[in-house]
């Protein structure tokens, strides 16, 4: 058995998925999902998965987020296997430490742009006046610091998904979870909401892992995996 200084060399720094196994079933059908599973993303590193659909892209992105357990395999941060933490361990890692964005924004509709991207540090009980600068910050930098007291419903497409960026890193995560953030976009807000990942990925030195359809967007990123037949392949 390796000791704690052998395991955190051997799976790095950044994240680590090993022999991440998931099947689903229909009664008494069983549908192998993703087959033994490996992926390593090194910090400030961006990641795209293409495939596709119905390959398993978004069940990936949720095991990998702690958000659905594998029925097999191992998820790595800094040498630990979180999933071996217990139900509200697992939840204070998945809050501090990742952020999400989905292809629709699941935005707040009752809360304005600001209250929701300081929704996940209130949730957390962290400070409310460093949540307020961050907030601002956030806002500011995805082009919205005039739109800030706007409800969801009074804001675009385009818009509501900076503000879903926004607050997915309110709580400075390591890792970023994006499922076709610019899927529901037309292609120009699409870019802006694709170049915005990118400069949050050079600003902060996040790890972006991204589900997309759109194979331009792919390679413009570090790497690329494509997902077929439950298996991870280089492009």
């Known amino acids: ?18 022999g991440i196994i998931k099947n689903f079933f229909d009664g008494s059908n069983r549908l192998e999902v993703l087959k033994g599973i490996d992926l390593e993303i090194k910090p400030g590193k961006m990641m795209a998965i293409v495939g596709t659909s119905g390959t398993g892209k978004t069940t990936l992105l949720h095991v990998l987020g702690t958000l659905d357990p594998p029925d097999q395999g191992e998820i790595y941060y800094q040498g630990e296997n979180v999933l071996l933490r217990d139900d509200r361990g697992l939840c204070r890692f998945r809050n501090r430490t990742i952020g999400f964005v989905f292809q629709f924004h699941h935005l707040l509709p009752e809360f304005t742009a600001f209250e929701n991207t300081i929704m996940p540090g209130l949730i957390a009980g962290r400070n409310k006046e460093e949540l307020t600068e961050r907030g601002h910050e956030l806002l500011n930098k995805v082009g919205l610091a005039e739109r800030i007291t706007h409800k969801v419903g009074e804001l675009s497409g385009g818009e509501q998904q900076r503000v879903a960026l926004a607050r997915a890193v309110i709580m400075k995560p390591a890792l970023l979870l994006a499922d076709e953030p610019t899927g529901n976009l037309d292609p120009k807000t699409g870019n802006k909401v694709f170049e915005l990942i990118q400069a949050m990925n050079e600003d902060f030195n996040l790890s972006i892992i991204m589900v997309t359809h759109n194979h331009e967007l792919a390679g413009r990123m570090d790497s690329c995996l494509t997902l077929a037949d439950g298996h991870l392949n280089q492009e």
């Open 1 to 18: 058995m390796q000791d704690d200084q052998t395991l955190t060399s051997a799976v790095g720094q950044g994240f680590h998925a090993r």
